[in-house]
């Protein structure tokens, strides 16, 4: 674990970089492939030929979607395994972020429970628009308030950082 470590912290950014630069390389080969089979030109207007009426295939776009969340699927299953294999090596390190996330997870909770119900209004027609129950509508107003807490709490903590630097 050691040896990963060392080797993502000298050359982790240059592997990051050149993985970007491949993907940026796949994504465009396959979108001016794509352009290029379907009988187009790089000029060609592609936002007027998709309001039209037709039955052309646009699929050598899907590409520019899928690998990114590919990559973001893969960076997720890693910060998750490597976190928890962190916890069980380095347990006394952990127990701050471990004491983090709870404090995180109460304050979800007190506003989750906290939350009311949207009776009236433009938030209950695009309620009904969409679909959103009233647990969903609890857990998306509990979410936008621990967020904004943790932002105020961020503000602070840059403000005291700078002013006790600032005393040094």
Do not use: C, H, W
């Not at 912290?9 to 290029?36: C, E, M, R, S």
């Not at 976190?83 to 090596?89: A, H, L, N, R, S």
Request: aromatic share 10%; net charge negative.
């Amino acid at each position: 674990m050691k040896g990963i470590f060392d080797f993502l912290t000298k050359q982790g950014q240059t592997g990051a970089l050149l993985l970007g630069v491949i993907v940026i390389v796949i994504i465009l080969a396959q979108v001016f492939l794509g352009i290029g089979n379907e009988g187009y030109e790089l000029s060609t207007d592609l936002n007027e030929i998709l309001k039209g009426d037709n039955d052309q295939s646009f699929d050598f776009f899907n590409g520019a979607i899928i690998l990114p969340i590919v990559l973001v699927g893969v960076i997720i299953a890693s910060l998750i395994i490597f976190g928890i294999v962190g916890v069980f090596k380095f347990p006394k390190e952990a127990l701050f972020g471990l004491g983090g996330l709870i404090v995180l997870l109460v304050l979800f909770g007190v506003f989750y429970a906290t939350s009311q119900n949207e009776t009236a209004g433009k938030i209950v027609e695009t309620m009904q628009k969409f679909d959103v129950g009233e647990g969903a509508s609890k857990a998306i107003s509990a979410g936008i308030k621990t967020t904004l807490v943790l932002v105020g709490a961020s503000v602070l903590a840059i403000l005291a950082g700078e002013t006790r630097n600032a005393f040094k």
